[in-house]
């Protein structure tokens, strides 16, 4: 078992441009989450899946985010235009009813500057 | 989903059991008790959960008070690796329920030598 895997682990980019985050949840995993964390506002939730389809995305914060599940073994979060105030850790996570937790990635450390 | 309130801070010997307390009055019949813990620079990771009944896992145990307002994590003997920011949650169990999880800002626990 791989884990939930996030690429890239570290992102730097220019105010404006356009970032793309990656995840590829554990095989099987019929849930994804996407987690943004800061010092200011800790972990929160910005949309999830079940079974490739968007359930929730009140927590995504602006219309400049958007994440999407093409397949069961891959799910992307793009931030455009990027602004410094997006920098955070964003986490993506992986569930299965039958396993009664949640399991995340590594994340990717975003730096907007 | 149930607030939980947690001490900001906690320390304890390498060795000795380590005690984190956590307060959930507000929790409702269908919600579960769930502990994640996140080791600086890492994704969280689950410890245990619970409804009523007390747990113990490979980790280490879980015991909740019979009213379920307020529940202990108990890590049996602490190792300096268990230094981390120790999560109690309060929320529904089922479907992506697991993965739909309220962090607040958690115990830090540091573990001395």
């Not at chain 1, 019929?30 to 968007?54: A, K």
């Not at chain 1, 995340?104 to 907007?112: K, N, S």
């Not at chain 2, 008070?65 to 309060?90: F, G, N």
Request: proline share 6%.
């Amino acid at each position: 078992d791989a884990g939930v895997i996030q690429s890239p682990r570290h992102e730097v980019t220019e105010m404006g441009q356009e970032v793309t985050l990656r995840c590829k949840p554990i095989s099987g995993h019929n849930s994804l989450f996407w987690y943004r964390q800061t010092m200011m506002r800790g972990l929160e939730l910005l949309i999830y899946f079940n079974n490739n389809v968007p359930i929730d995305d009140s927590g995504m914060p602006e219309d400049r985010f958007s994440a999407k599940m093409p397949n069961a073994s891959f799910s992307t979060l793009k931030i455009q235009p990027s602004e410094p105030r997006d920098s955070a850790v964003y986490f993506c996570a992986s569930s299965l009813p039958s396993r009664s937790r949640a399991f995340f990635g590594q994340g990717t450390r975003l730096t907007v500057v | 989903d149930a607030k939980t309130t947690q001490p900001t801070s906690m320390d304890c010997a390498e060795g000795r059991a380590a005690n984190l307390p956590c307060n959930h009055s507000t929790i409702s019949g269908n919600e579960y008790v769930y502990w994640y813990r996140q080791i600086h620079s890492q994704g969280p990771q689950y410890i245990i959960h619970g409804l009523k009944n007390n747990e113990t896992n490979e980790m280490a145990s879980l015991i909740i008070t019979e009213d379920r307002k307020s529940s202990t994590l108990i890590l049996p003997h602490a190792t300096l690796r268990d230094t981390a920011v120790y999560y109690c949650i309060a929320g529904p169990g089922g479907g992506t329920s697991y993965g739909k999880l309220t962090f607040g800002q958690g115990t830090i626990l540091t573990v001395h030598p």
